[in-house]
């Protein structure tokens, strides 16, 4: 127990620095070690407590060193969109996307000194071919790592920091080197066998499942796939998990625990179950390696690691301490680790099967053992699937029932040997073998799936002890309060808004505009922004919000970066009406969810819990020269006189006919045109007198928006100037005065970028 505590206070100092704001210098933990160690030399009592605060700080003091060394590696701020020449290696597989190409980029060469030695590189269109290993002269244009910064968004600054990547670049012309790297010969290996894979299989519909189990890349799995596995709660199974590492190892080593036991000779010097161990170890390691070595592959690597040597020597341990052990070794290795959703899915599901099954092993029927371990799996993983992503299948425990054997036992085994196929006959078989279990996955995607607001952070410390409790074993005092524990995950909800007031979201969507407006029991969602960002920003902010419905989604004109992400909301979320300028022939127009669909028309009015809504263009039957300039335009007010205008890419011209019909003032303004030269007339700004300014742009675009004069132009008339590429989403609580937050300065972790990090580009005479 004593050695447990320790593994438990170290990981827990990791995690605590992970949890700070900005790093600390090393000297507090220095005096907790100092100080605990007093304490064990002068009361032996207090011996286990003081080696426990040792622990503690050391986590604390190493994950600060190592977070000191990776911040110490990112791009100079002086060094963003400068053209610098490096010599380098792709060092993983490169991923395919319609725009291009986009692979980590290993640095040994460059003209100029600041580089960071990983870069993710996107390079667009089909000039770069790119293959694993190779070595490459490119020319980059290298930025700071930056994401979109939204509540419940996708935190890419943190996974860069995880990945080791201190600069994101784009390719400005590149040269093929001779040679490979050595380094990269394992991913060279991956990337042969996905191309024998892709080439035997052909256009086959579970190609990409197929490649994930049997090489680790998930890159060609469909995104319609992806959302009917997430719906279903089967994700953990289209990866090389640590179920399917362990199954592999016991089925070679079985094979060969058997066939060594026919051969007298080989029983005479090693014995059997021996030479099955090293074979089950080295077919967890050699299908690890195949996997690119995933976290959840570390864990599993270690922990049969650690369950082999304790084979080995005759005696092993417990089950808790070889958990505990194999959690802190990854700690140790990667303290960055702690930061990821799988790292805690995957290790809070292993501790709870490994704590429901001690408590049922030999007691319970095989089919009831099995019942109980999807169960408390399904229990262990609510808690981060609550917290991270604000949803929970319920139909998870079911579909796994039958999807974990027939993955696991069918159709990995038949990927993995079929690498060795040339036929193909064998990867054919495990592809058909998936389309079957896709058919019961999708009678399942059938089922609801639990959805809830964002809860507080402090609910994971009841719903921890709830989900013990949960699993406990029967007849243990206070055991049914388990349910209470775990009430604030799914009861959080935001306050209600008042009669008149309205709360507008502007959201950090890149390069184009989506706005969230609520009133007290109305949802309206203006623009969707670009396809890019409806999974990682749009989507993820709704459901942090508990938003299931909308009343209204208004599309501003055809723009990919206003208009991209509205087939996306149109097929998460019920929709009560589409309201917009799109043509006729838009998909989003097509009949999804049966949305009745509303053109967008000057003079339109309505009101919401007394907030009033009034659509101040286009005029009925204008016809205009470009999208932009038939814009929606849509002005908010609150019953205090608080208003909000809307105007999509609306231009100079348009917004002078806008005032010349009686545009009054108006608190906060969404730039039109994300501040471009051709918008923000003097006379609109003369005639809002905005107290609030929002640029609604992506971070170092290429066209510059917001341009310098328009910034200055509202800054002349003293409007608050705010920015989504620099503050993040940016939230308005209107009602009797105006309360403004900015989720960069809410949610500020020591490794998010800050606009003090971002310089000035140079002014080009682009729009």
Not at 120 to 135: C, D
Not at 516 to 529: A, C, K, N
Request: charge should be positive; include cysteine.
């Amino acid at each position: 127990m004593p050695t447990c505590l320790i593994l438990i206070a170290f990981v827990a100092g990791v995690c605590l620095l992970q949890r700070l704001s900005t790093l600390p210098a090393l000297w507090p933990a220095l005096l907790v070690i100092a100080v605990a160690c007093a304490l064990a030399i002068a009361f032996a009592r207090l011996r286990v407590l003081a080696y426990a605060l040792i622990a503690a700080a050391l986590g604390f003091g190493y994950a600060d060193y190592r977070a000191q060394l990776r911040l110490a590696e990112r791009l100079p701020a002086a060094l963003e969109q400068q053209t610098i020449v490096a010599d380098g290696y792709i060092a993983d597989l490169p991923q395919q996307s319609r725009f291009g190409w986009r692979f980590n980029f290993v640095v040994q060469a460059s003209d100029t000194a600041g580089l960071p030695r990983r870069v993710q590189v996107n390079s667009y269109g089909k000039t770069l071919q790119p293959h694993a290993g190779e070595r490459w002269r490119l020319t980059l244009r290298p930025k700071r790592p930056h994401g979109l910064a939204n509540p419940g968004g996708f935190d890419l600054e943190r996974w860069l920091l995880g990945e080791n990547i201190g600069a994101t670049a784009s390719v400005k012309s590149a040269e093929r080197q001779a040679g490979h790297a050595w380094q990269a010969s394992i991913n060279r290996l991956r990337e042969a066998l996905r191309n024998r894979l892709q080439m035997q299989l052909g256009d086959a519909p579970y190609r990409g499942v197929v490649i994930a189990l049997a090489i680790g890349d998930q890159g060609g799995v469909p995104k319609d796939q992806w959302q009917r596995f997430a719906t279903t709660g089967v994700t953990h199974l289209i990866s090389v998990s640590g179920l399917h590492i362990t199954l592999w190892a016991t089925l070679l080593g079985a094979l060969v625990n058997t066939g060594w036991r026919r051969v007298p000779w080989l029983v005479a010097r090693v014995p059997a179950q021996r030479a099955a161990l090293v074979a089950g170890v080295l077919a967890a390691l050699g299908y690890s390696l195949l996997s690119g070595l995933s976290v959840p592959t570390q864990r599993t690597l270690l922990m049969l690691l650690i369950a082999a040597i304790g084979l080995w020597r005759g005696h092993s341990s417990a089950p808790l301490f070889t958990w505990l052990l194999a959690l802190a070794t990854v700690v140790l290795v990667d303290p960055f680790a702690v930061l990821s959703v799988g790292f805690w899915l995957s290790f809070l599901t292993v501790g709870a099967l490994l704590f429901a099954c001690a408590n049922t092993l030999g007691k319970a029927a095989p089919w009831r053992s099995w019942i109980s371990a999807q169960w408390a799996a399904t229990l262990a993983s609510f808690p981060v699937l609550a917290l991270v992503f604000q949803q929970l299948p319920v139909i998870s425990p079911i579909a796994n029932a039958l999807a974990i054997p027939l993955v696991s036992m069918i159709v990995t085994p038949l990927a993995l040997v079929g690498l060795l196929d040339p036929s193909g006959t064998l990867p054919w078989l495990a592809e058909r073998a998936f389309a079957l279990t896709d058919r019961y996955l999708q009678l399942c995607a059938l089922a609801p799936v639990l959805s809830m607001a964002a809860p507080p952070t402090w609910a994971w410390l009841p719903a921890a002890l709830g989900v013990l409790l949960w699993l406990a074993p029967r007849g243990l005092p206070g055991r049914w309060y388990a349910p209470v524990l775990l009430l604030p995950l799914i009861a959080a909800a935001p306050p209600p808004l008042a009669e008149g007031h309205f709360r507008a979201t502007v959201i950090d969507i890149g390069q184009g505009l989506a706005v969230l407006v609520q009133t007290g029991s109305h949802t309206l969602l203006y623009d969707s922004g670009p396809p890019t960002a409806s999974d990682r920003a749009l989507l993820p902010l709704l459901r942090a919000q508990g938003i299931t419905r909308l009343d209204t989604l208004m599309i501003s004109h055809n723009d990919n970066d206003h208009s991209g992400g509205a087939e996306a909301v149109l097929r998460a979320l019920a929709v009560g009406e589409l309201h917009s300028t799109l043509p006729a022939g838009h998909p989003a127009r097509a009949p999804i969810g049966n949305t009745p669909h509303r053109d967008c028309i000057a003079g339109q009015s309505w009101h919401w819990d007394g907030v009033r809504f009034d659509v101040l263009w286009p005029a009925a039957g204008a016809t205009f020269r470009n999208d932009n300039a038939g814009s929606c335009t849509l002005r908010i007010s609150s019953a205090d006189g608080h208003a909000l205008l809307l105007a999509g890419d609306l231009g100079r011209n348009e917004e002078i006919d806008l005032v010349s019909q009686g545009l009054a003032e108006t608190a906060i303004v969404v730039a039109p045109h994300h501040g471009s030269r051709s918008s923000s007339s003097q006379m609109l700004i003369d005639a809002t007198r905005p107290q609030w300014v929002v640029f609604s742009a992506g971070y170092l675009n290429r066209f510059r928006h917001p341009h310098p004069s328009i910034v200055d132009r509202y800054d002349n008339a003293e409007a608050g100037i705010l920015r989504t590429d620099n503050d993040g989403a940016v939230t308005f609580d209107v009602g009797k005065d105006i309360q403004v937050r900015r989720w960069r300065e809410q949610y500020r972790p020591y490794w998010s970028a800050t606009a003090a990090q971002a310089l000035p580009l140079p002014v080009t005479d682009a729009d």
